[in-house]
């Protein structure tokens, strides 16, 4: 009889949660995005002799066209050295921008679910930015540009790119081919997968591959979103239901032991 109630109680809806870091760890006018694009549009003068004249429209353009400005370069005949471009773009921000953020650490604290990291940034910059948030330990591993592209590979990628486009050997967010490595390297069941991010162009892609999307920046909801969350820290507010889930996970037996999953960078 009791075996019988156990039974009745439903799964949780998510297993695990799934952020990007910047601008959604941490709010848009912290001004690290801005300090980000001003050291691409430097490198891209100093250390590949590019025009000034439209040099931050191209790293727009590159931006929009690729998901990063890095992807972008790669693609159109630019060669270099990823490590000195990360140095030089993120290596030199001021991260003294970025507060401990005790609210949020409680947030993450407090939902006994995986949480991963899926940043586009290399592991560094990662690494720094949840250290001056004081996340550290909050996650179960991280996603970023050395694990999506472990030996830099000189391949073309990014086969669902506009087709006129040149391709780019870099894998990155907001294309499929990064998603679904993700899934592959933090064993991610996307259907039950909520996934954080500032960029509808991921959300987009996300929904299209069984993620449930959460918007973090605005507090509309638009196609591809499942949720939108002014800041992250109105998470509990908008989802309510992760909280209630643990509540009722207290009273739902199981027979298999929890086993956590290593993701590393």
């Given at each position: 009889m009791?075996?019988d109630s156990?039974k009745?109680?439903?799964?949780p809806k998510?297993?695990?949660?799934?952020?990007d870091?910047?601008?959604t760890?941490?709010?848009?006018?912290?001004?690290?995005?801005?300090e980000?694009?001003?050291?691409?549009?430097?490198?891209?003068v100093t250390?590949?002799?590019?025009d000034?004249t439209n040099v931050?429209?191209?790293?727009?353009?590159?931006?929009k066209?690729?998901?990063t400005?890095?992807?972008g370069l790669?693609?159109?005949?630019?060669?270099?050295?990823y490590d000195d471009?990360h140095?030089?773009v993120?290596g030199?921000l001021p991260y003294?921008m970025?507060?401990?953020?005790?609210?949020l650490?409680?947030?993450?604290?407090?939902?006994?679910?995986?949480?991963v990291i899926?940043?586009?940034?290399?592991?560094?910059?990662?690494?720094m930015?949840?250290?001056?948030l004081?996340l550290e330990?909050?996650?179960?591993?991280v996603?970023c540009?050395?694990?999506?592209?472990?030996?830099?590979n000189?391949?073309?990628?990014n086969?669902?790119?506009?087709?006129?486009?040149?391709?780019?050997?870099?894998?990155?967010?907001?294309?499929e081919?990064?998603f679904?490595?993700a899934?592959?390297?933090?064993?991610?069941?996307?259907e039950?997968?909520l996934f954080?991010?500032?960029s509808?162009?991921?959300?987009?892609?996300?929904?299209?591959?069984g993620?449930?999307t959460?918007?973090?920046g605005?507090?509309?909801?638009?196609?591809?979103?499942?949720?939108?969350?002014e800041?992250?820290?109105n998470v509990?507010?908008a989802?309510?239901?992760?909280w209630?889930?643990?509540?009722?996970s207290?009273?739902r037996y199981?027979?298999?032991?929890?086993?956590?999953?290593s993701v590393r960078a």
């Amino acid at each position: 009889m009791e075996k019988d109630s156990y039974k009745q109680v439903s799964e949780p809806k998510y297993e695990c949660l799934l952020f990007d870091v910047d601008d959604t760890l941490y709010p848009l006018n912290s001004g690290i995005s801005a300090e980000v694009t001003k050291n691409i549009v430097e490198y891209m003068v100093t250390k590949l002799g590019i025009d000034q004249t439209n040099v931050t429209e191209m790293a727009v353009q590159l931006y929009k066209d690729y998901g990063t400005t890095m992807a972008g370069l790669r693609a159109i005949g630019y060669d270099f050295d990823y490590d000195d471009y990360h140095s030089f773009v993120h290596g030199r921000l001021p991260y003294g921008m970025l507060n401990p953020d005790p609210v949020l650490r409680n947030l993450l604290h407090s939902l006994p679910i995986r949480k991963v990291i899926f940043s586009n940034a290399n592991e560094a910059h990662v690494a720094m930015v949840l250290s001056r948030l004081g996340l550290e330990g909050c996650f179960e591993g991280v996603i970023c540009f050395e694990t999506l592209n472990p030996t830099y590979n000189s391949s073309s990628a990014n086969d669902d790119n506009v087709s006129e486009l040149p391709k780019t050997p870099v894998i990155c967010k907001p294309f499929e081919e990064a998603f679904a490595k993700a899934f592959k390297i933090a064993d991610i069941e996307p259907e039950k997968t909520l996934f954080f991010d500032d960029s509808i162009r991921n959300l987009k892609t996300a929904k299209s591959m069984g993620l449930h999307t959460v918007w973090v920046g605005s507090s509309h909801r638009i196609t591809w979103v499942d949720y939108a969350l002014e800041s992250i820290h109105n998470v509990r507010e908008a989802l309510p239901e992760l909280w209630e889930a643990i509540e009722t996970s207290h009273i739902r037996y199981s027979g298999k032991a929890a086993v956590e999953t290593s993701v590393r960078a």
